[in-house]
């Protein structure tokens, strides 16, 4: 191992280990604990989708979700899924269906990696991105709805 590796290892311990000190109140202090999140703005993680899913959002049919995110007090989903189809059959079925369902291309392009593609539309003050990646198991497919981000800012 090298000198320098261990330097930087020792240096990054020591910040970090200076990072959990901090100061901590005198014993027996009155000291109230900070009240939690309130539960909408944890984000809720599971393996399949909400009632409150958005309908218009297009799933691919035969794909299996993987993975749910959902932040139910912005109205933010995000969605993983897998299909052993391939990647341009699962592109353009979503494309089709979202555009079926109001959604109007923003971007729609294949990315500057061959074996990915975005597509990105609107639909009133909400977005949909729709990003696929081809893989030795066919095609991930990953979801996110939600607020466009001015539409999520306050006015």
């Not at 200076?18 to 100061?23: P, Q, R």
């Not at 900070?34 to 959002?57: G, R, Y």
Request: net charge negative.
């Amino acid at each position: 191992m090298s000198s320098k590796y261990l330097f930087l290892t020792a240096l990054a311990t020591v910040l970090l280990m200076a990072g959990c000190g901090g100061s901590a109140p005198p014993p027996g202090a009155n000291v109230e604990p900070e009240p939690p999140a309130p539960a909408s703005s944890t984000p809720i993680e599971t393996t399949s989708l909400p009632a409150d899913f958005p309908k218009d959002v297009p799933l691919y049919e035969g794909s299996k979700v993987e993975a749910v995110s959902a932040m139910p007090d912005s109205g933010t989903y995000v969605v993983q899924g897998r299909t052993a189809d391939v990647l341009e059959k699962v592109e353009v079925t979503l494309r089709q269906a979202a555009e079926a369902q109001g959604w109007k291309a923003q971007i729609t392009t294949a990315a500057p990696i061959p074996d990915m593609a975005i597509a990105n539309y609107d639909k009133a003050d909400r977005m949909l991105n729709i990003t696929l990646f081809r893989d030795d198991r066919g095609t991930a497919i990953n979801l996110t709805t939600g607020p466009k981000q001015s539409a999520a800012r306050p006015k």
